[in-house]
Nanobody, 127 residues
């Protein structure tokens, strides 16, 4: 499985970015896709994830609810992360990840749950 993340960049505080992550490789069955981030000197942390069933199964880090929205296009094997009202503390490398799962509505939130990782995309928010 290969994951290609894109959409990162430099944005001013209050601005928006939309990250994309396209999955390819092995034939896909059911899977959960998630976004994590790792700021300078920090551990990788959960941002958001979406289960196979889509909008009815999403989860967000509490501190990001209302600003970030995750969605997916199953036909394109692509997950998106819409980030609004960005803050300097959102500066980090953002990683997408996939875990194969038969639990359609279950959303995985731990780093260790995920089997495949993308290369990361840098998001920098200036004050």
């Amino acid at each position: 499985v290969q994951l290609q993340a894109s959409g990162g960049g430099l944005v001013q505080a209050g601005g928006s970015l939309r990250l994309s992550c396209a999955a390819s490789g092995r034939p896909f069955s059911r899977y959960c896709m998630g976004w994590f981030r790792q700021g300078p000197g920090k551990e990788r942390e959960f941002v958001a994830a979406i289960g196979w069933s889509g909008r009815s199964s999403t989860n967000y880090a509490d501190s990001l609810k209302g600003r970030f929205t995750i969605s997916r296009d199953r036909a394109k094997n692509t997950v998106y992360l819409q980030m609004n009202s960005l803050k300097p503390e959102d500066t980090a490398v953002y990683y997408c990840a996939v875990v194969i799962s038969t639990r359609d509505t279950y959303v995985y939130t731990r780093v260790g749950d995920y089997e495949y990782w993308g290369q990361g995309t840098q998001v920098t928010v200036s004050s």
